[in-house]
């Protein structure tokens, strides 16, 4: 399957765009078309640690935009049009689709939902198994994917991150000291990142700076 690489998937959805104005605008935007309040919901969305898709289960990366048109396709350049705007839906995320969508729906349905409801046929989502179908029923097939990360868990790719943080300032810090004194330090150093522990200490999902850990308390 092209959407996929080891256990790793790659999800491309397109969303069609109702056209026009709808009768659920937010006060002072009733002119408004569907599109532009997508684009105004996404603007408002936080990123990185606050992200709502850092509250999804294993996601890798993820990304949302508004596809407006595609003019030119194939060779020799072809003039072409879309018949909507879309909304596009980008994820790259370890494991299976039904459980990655089941997560999402499960921990982000409010940002879902705010978002969403100006696409074609998302009236029709009431829960987790209907979300699941609008989605596939949108996918489009993710042509010669390939994973960049590790393959493994998003919850030990972020260990690791954060013992490659860590490790790095141990090491920094224990220049020049003797052997005794190295050794006493690296012990307290795995008592403090508890290497085998997922949980935490770790790397907290979305974060991209030296400050993003969850810490042990």
């Given at each position: 399957?092209?959407?996929?690489?080891?256990?790793?998937?790659?999800?491309?959805?397109l969303c069609p765009i109702l056209s026009g104005s709808p009768g659920n605008c937010p006060d002072g935007m009733e002119d408004q078309?569907?599109?532009?309040?997508?684009?105004?919901?996404?603007?408002?969305?936080?990123?990185?640690?606050?992200?709502?898709?850092?509250?999804?289960?294993?996601?890798?990366?993820?990304?949302?935009?508004?596809?407006?048109?595609?003019?030119?396709?194939?060779?020799?350049?072809?003039?072409?049009?879309?018949?909507?705007?879309?909304?596009?839906?980008?994820?790259?995320?370890?494991?299976?689709?039904?459980?990655?969508?089941?997560?999402?729906?499960?921990?982000?349905?409010?940002?879902?939902?705010?978002?969403?409801q100006y696409c074609v046929g998302f009236d029709s989502v009431k829960d987790a198994a209907s979300f699941i179908v609008y989605m596939?029923?949108?996918?489009?097939?993710?042509?010669?994917?390939?994973?960049?990360?590790?393959?493994?868990?998003?919850?030990?790719?972020?260990?690791?991150?954060?013992?490659?943080?860590?490790?790095?300032?141990?090491?920094?810090?224990?220049?020049?000291?003797?052997?005794?004194?190295?050794?006493?330090?690296?012990?307290?150093?795995?008592?403090?990142?508890?290497?085998?522990?997922?949980?935490?200490?770790t790397w907290k999902a979305g974060a991209y700076h030296l400050e993003g850990v969850v810490s042990n308390s």
């Open positions: 399957m092209a959407n996929k690489s080891g256990n790793a998937y790659g999800l491309t959805c078309t569907c599109a532009a309040l997508i684009r105004y919901a996404l603007q408002r969305l936080r990123v990185s640690e606050e992200s709502p898709m850092a509250l999804v289960p294993n996601t890798y990366l993820s990304r949302l935009f508004v596809l407006d048109d595609v003019p030119y396709q194939g060779h020799p350049a072809l003039l072409e049009h879309l018949k909507s705007n879309y909304l596009v839906f980008v994820s790259e995320f370890h494991g299976e689709l039904d459980d990655y969508l089941t997560g999402m729906w499960n921990n982000v349905s409010g940002s879902i939902k705010a978002i969403l596939k029923k949108c996918q489009v097939t993710t042509t010669f994917y390939f994973n960049g990360s590790t393959d493994q868990p998003l919850a030990e790719q972020l260990k690791g991150l954060y013992l490659k943080q860590e490790f790095s300032k141990f090491v920094y810090a224990n220049q020049g000291r003797n052997a005794a004194e190295i050794q006493a330090a690296f012990q307290e150093f795995v008592q403090t990142t508890k290497p085998r522990d997922l949980e935490r200490p």
